[in-house]
Structures are given as structure tokens and as C-alpha cells.
């Protein structure tokens, strides 16, 4: 049974930075794309980024020279390095796995975690 559990939430002022983790774990191999998403009260979920088994990424625009994806698959352990923090971001972070990084869309992926909230002020 794959677990994934997200930490690294919390509250920040406008311009600040915080760092999410997710540790990954129950596979019987490693995952070949895992992602970060968010969602809002009211709205959709969104893809924010993702990441391969290669380190290939790809990026929401909204996020897109801020936000840092990354691994460590010795630990497997997904980061999201958030920088230059706006309101906009305030939002509960997931992360989620997939076979494929062939699309950013929440629609695609399973095994999600339980969330973490980040606000931004």
C-alpha cells in the first residue's frame, strides 16, 4: 500500500519561502512521476509541478521561476522549494504519483496524500 505524507507547511509573509516534503512509501519500485498540486476552497485542483524519473519538470506558469521541484530517490522523498511567495499560493499542497509524466492535470494522478496547508499573508 503506497503512502505518501506531506510536511513543511505553514504561515509566511508575502515574499518569503517555504519548503515542502513528501516521503514516499509502500512501493515495490520507484514511482516513475511524482507531482505537487494544490487546491482552494471553492476552486479546482490544480497541477503545480512535476517531476520524472530523469529530473525532468514541468512547471504551472504561475509558479514558474519561484517554485523548485525536486528528489532525493535514495529517500524517496519529493521537495518543493517555494521562493517569492505571494497570496496567491495560499492554498493546501498535495503530492501525488503516476506511472507517466505525461500530463500535469490532478485528473491523471493517484495516491495522494493527506495535504498541507501553506498561507501566505
Known amino acids: 500500500h503506497v503512502q505518501l505524507v506531506e510536511s513543511g507547511g505553514g504561515s509566511v509573509q508575502a515574499g518569503g519561502s517555504l519548503r515542502l516534503s513528501c516521503a514516499a512509501s509502500?512501493?515495490?519500485?520507484?514511482?516513475?512521476?511524482m507531482g505537487w498540486f494544490r487546491q482552494t476552497p471553492g476552486k479546482e485542483r490544480e497541477g503545480v509541478a512535476i517531476i520524472d524519473s530523469d529530473g525532468n519538470t514541468v512547471y504551472a506558469d504561475s509558479v514558474k521561476g519561484r517554485f523548485t521541484i525536486s528528489k532525493d530517490n535514495a529517500k524517496n522523498t519529493l521537495f518543493l522549494q517555494m521562493n517569492s511567495l505571494k497570496p496567491e499560493d495560499t492554498a493546501i499542497y498535495y503530492c501525488a504519483t503516476r506511472r507517466y509524466c505525461t500530463t500535469i492535470s490532478p485528473a491523471a494522478f493517484g495516491n495522494w496524500g493527506q495535504g498541507t496547508q501553506v498561507t501566505v499573508s
Open positions: 509502500g512501493y515495490t519500485g520507484r514511482p516513475v512521476c
